[in-house]
């Protein structure tokens, strides 16, 4: 997990959906630049919490009501024009490995 400085969350990429991680204090942000972001509510500290393998815009991101796993709805050929666009995905996560990862 890659933290910045305050603010910082918000200058790189649009915020296309997040949620509150009630149990860690924080908001989790998620957008076109394939990244899901953090903002830790306390501290104000932030940075990036998830970086996945091929940066895939991400259009929507919840938690599960234990807040134990992450789900992103992706759409890695955003872009992409004509029969061979592959159709969005769906990719959860385990937030305490990702949340503990240096």
Do not use: K
């Amino acid at each position: 997990m890659a933290e910045s400085n305050r603010g910082e969350v918000w200058r790189e990429g649009r915020v296309y959906d997040l949620v509150h991680d009630a149990g860690r204090n924080r908001l989790l942000l998620a957008g076109l630049d394939g990244r899901v972001r953090f903002l830790d509510l306390a501290s104000g500290r932030s940075g990036v919490l998830l970086e996945p393998l091929g940066l895939p815009p991400i259009f929507r991101v919840g938690l599960s009501r234990d807040g134990a796993t992450l789900a992103l709805t992706c759409d890695p050929d955003m872009h992409v024009r004509g029969a061979n666009r592959r159709s969005p995905m769906l990719q959860f996560w385990d937030v305490g490995a990702i949340s503990a990862a240096p």
